[in-house]
């Protein structure tokens, strides 16, 4: 059977209100409709989905004033017989000529060259995660509106490795359409984690140390974002500021794992008293032959 055209189709039958309804009474009409056709609740009956489809046809055409007025004139002459197929009673010409040339055929205008059925809205919501969800996933619960739709819930998972700013698409989450449902797009904020940062698939973590591991080397503990500890070494003469690699503790993404890195932080003392002010002037006065401003000060006279 012969698909029909838009104009031999009772919009205003279809979704069962008056052709003198205004705009609010046909809007409140198809909100209702389709709450009750949406594909969540009627899928697998292609009945009820042919239904829907319709009803946004119908919606489509008549929630517009322009396309409401041009699909009227259009149904009008179809009611009245002048239509048949071949052309308008013998009309050889198109309908730009009929209805005054130069302005466009008022069924190419309505209904476009025989317009594909639309997908459905795309929507997009925004969701806040803590750093360590973004690193490990979590499951969250959002609340969704489509324009001309009831406000629903979707429950998904945010996937493990997920990065500030980033977008999510789930496919056929969006509003209803005819062509089937639009696409859903989370946007996944990140709050800042107090000791813990993160470039690419590396975490980032810096390590406050005293002078004397330092100078002197040790075997420091770090944790993790995991939750447990590691064991780092510094090596005797570490200076403040050299980042440590420890593999394999980054960010998991796939078969993809980043590591850790560690950036020294060497913390100065600022009270010394007693034995430790002593030990540090004999130090210094042990080390007064390795100044470290010599060369510096060679490369300023260059």
Do not use: C
Not at 182 to 202: A, M, Q, S
């Amino acid at each position: 059977m012969a698909a029909k055209d838009p104009y031999e189709k009772d919009f205003y039958a279809i979704l069962g209100v008056s052709k003198d309804a205004d705009a609010a009474t046909i809007k409140k009409t198809y909100r209702n409709l389709a709450r009750e056709l949406h594909p969540d609740k009627t899928r697998g009956d292609k009945k009820l989905e042919d239904r829907f489809k319709e009803v946004s046809e119908a919606y489509d055409i008549l929630g517009d004033d322009k396309k409401r007025a041009e699909y009227d004139e259009a149904r009008s002459l179809y009611e009245s017989g002048a239509f048949r197929q071949g052309g308008f009673n013998g009309f050889s010409g198109d309908f730009s000529d009929l209805f005054g040339g130069g302005g466009g055929d008022i069924f190419s205008s309505l209904f476009g060259e025989r317009r594909a059925p639309r997908k459905g809205q795309d929507l997009q919501t925004e969701t806040t995660v803590t750093f360590k969800e973004s690193i490990f996933g979590k499951e969250v619960t959002l609340k969704l509106s489509a324009q001309g739709n009831a406000p629903s819930t979707i429950t998904t998972r945010i996937p493990a490795g997920v990065s500030n700013g980033a977008k999510i698409r789930i496919k056929g989450r969006g509003g209803p359409g005819e062509a089937g449902p639009g696409d859903l797009y989370i946007i996944v904020h990140v709050t800042p984690h107090p000791i813990f940062g993160r470039k690419g698939e590396n975490l980032t973590i810096t390590l406050p140390i005293n002078f004397t591991e330092a100078a002197l080397g040790a075997d420091v503990a770090v944790p993790t974002i995991d939750g447990d500890e590691v064991k780092l070494r510094i090596a005797p003469g570490s200076q403040n500021g050299k980042t440590l690699r420890i593999k394999g503790r980054g960010v998991k993404k796939g078969v993809n794992v980043g590591d850790l890195l560690v950036t020294l932080d060497v913390q100065v003392p600022q009270r010394l008293d007693g034995s430790a002010r002593k030990a540090l002037e004999e130090f210094e006065e042990a080390t007064r032959d390795e100044n470290p401003r010599i060369e510096w000060f060679s490369r300023a006279k260059l």
